[in-house]
DNA sequence: TGGGTCATGTAACCTGTTACATGATTAG
DNA sequence: CTAATCATGTAACAGGTTACATGACCCA
């Protein structure tokens, strides 16, 4: 997946690993990461594979980098994956995980953590954002029908956001009508921690 | 990562790992899938690392099978993960890799993409969801305080589908608004289609 | 007789993470 | 003087995917 990723950068223009590193840091961060340990690895595997070709050049005050390019092999698969849209898209959410599983500690330790986890933010600092917003607009304006693409994944990690928010109000509200209940049924038998020793019926 | 659900899901009851598989299918599918292979790889790490404990049953009729139980440090294993928030959450979303990269395409194929992806579902199929989902309430009279989170992670799934579908929306309508923009500067020199030569000002 | 369910896996591969290592230049 | 930026990677490991393989029983 990275490596579509990165094919797709060095499509708008030769880059090295360490520029296509503050890309996906400044940029794509907000729906990928990438080590610079993988990104180097896999510029190697393209390069082999015939979808870029690489050139030394020698600077002088800092160190000599490795100038990636397209091939038209390259641009050409670039083109295949954005036609193929036979792969499922396959949603893996971590935190869902954990909370489907919450039902093993009180219910007022997951409501703490709801609480907070409202006000947790996907995107990456303000100021980086910011800047990679002032390069992408530069870019707009001489490929507006290219940066659109880009806004569009700004508007998702937006409503993602927001989205994610009302979620956490739900499972709040929800909680705490558990937490009523249980209280209010008194004795009625609900231990709120380690029912270790039964099965379900 | 699958490693605490796997173990989650045997600290509500021995499994075998088919049955393992059946629950990540009918009821974790929506945030989380898993294939046998891995199930069953991971299973062995975990008998070896402490956390479950293997009893082999022979059957007649049907195969035999390897019934896996939680051990005392397995469950300390499960709250403390649960208990981590230490972890960043990471997003990692290729369906956004590639709307970043769609500028290579022209905005008619892309439009016609968001209008089909509007409307694609993240849950299975309905038949099994709903098998599922009756298993689960039954579970939920016995331990309603376990069941609320299952029910969290499905309005989840329910919130995401709806976020997706206004955003597919908000895409189509920029896209439309671009097309009118091109249409409209005529010969304005905006190829729809791949500017290779030219570099980024 | 053909397909679904129950039940087990292995092997090879690809992808991603963590930790480490180096070193010059430049701005505060 | 110290931290950030530019610039490169390697090694080991963890996690996930794809393809393959087997076999009995049950239902239509």
Redesign the pocket.
Known sequence: ???RGILGLIGNGDK???????VFRDSLNHF??????????????MEKAGWIT?TH?V?????????FSITPAGHAELLRWLRDHS?PV?Y?N?FLMKTFFMGELPVEENLAFFRAFRDVSVFPDEGRQAAASADMYRQAIAHPEKAVYWKLTIEFGRMYEKMQREWCDYCIRELEDLQRATRAGERTDVPPHHPQEEEEA
Chains 1, 2 share one sequence.
């Open positions: 997946m990275l490596k090295t690993g360490y520029e296509i590193m503050t990928w990461m990438a080590q610079t340990s993988q990104i180097y690895r896999e510029l190697q595997t690489q050049v600077q002088t005050g800092r160190p000599d980098k490795n100038v792969a396959r893996r971590p």
